[in-house]
C-alpha cells in the first residue's frame, strides 16, 4: 500500500500562485509514476500533470504547460505541483495519485494510477 497526503490548497486572486505537496509514505517505489488530476464541480476528473519518478520525465495537459511545474524530492518522497498565472477555471479539488511500478501506461489516464490521496481544494477567485 502507497499513502499520499496532499496539502498547500487554499483561496487565491486570479493571477496567484500556489504550491501543492503530496506526500508517498508506505511502499514506495524508484519505479513510481505519480501525477495530478483535477475536479471541479460537475466536472469529469481530469489530468494536470504527471512525474515518473526514477528519471524525473514530466507531461502536462495542454491547460497548463508553461504554467504548472511538477517536481519531486526524492528524500522526502514528496511531489510538487506549483501553480502559476492561476486561472479561475482552475478551482477544483487537486488529487494526488501514485502508479507504484509505471510500466509505460499513459500516465494522463486515471486508470493508470492505484492509490490516490484525499484531494486539497484549490479556490480561485476572479
Known amino acids: 500500500q502507497v499513502q499520499l497526503v496532499e496539502s498547500g490548497g487554499g483561496l487565491v486572486q486570479a493571477g496567484g500562485s500556489l504550491r501543492l505537496s503530496c506526500a508517498a509514505s508506505?511502499?514506495?517505489?524508484?519505479?513510481?509514476?505519480m501525477g495530478w488530476f483535477r475536479q471541479a464541480p460537475g466536472k469529469e476528473r481530469e489530468f494536470v500533470a504527471a512525474?515518473?519518478?526514477?528519471?524525473?520525465?514530466?507531461y502536462y495537459a495542454d491547460s497548463v504547460k508553461g504554467r504548472f511545474t511538477i517536481s519531486r524530492d526524492n528524500a522526502k518522497n514528496t511531489v510538487y505541483l506549483q501553480m502559476n498565472l492561476l486561472k479561475p477555471e482552475a478551482t477544483a479539488v487537486y488529487y494526488c495519485?501514485?502508479?507504484?511500478?509505471?510500466?509505460?501506461?499513459?500516465?494522463?489516464?486515471?486508470?493508470?494510477?492505484?492509490?490516490w490521496g484525499q484531494g486539497t481544494q484549490v479556490n480561485v477567485s476572479s
Open positions: 495519485a501514485a502508479d507504484r511500478q509505471y510500466s509505460g501506461s499513459s500516465l494522463s489516464r486515471s486508470a493508470t494510477y492505484d492509490y
Open positions: 512525474i515518473r519518478w526514477s528519471v524525473g520525465s514530466t
Open positions: 508506505g511502499r514506495t517505489s524508484s519505479s513510481m509514476a
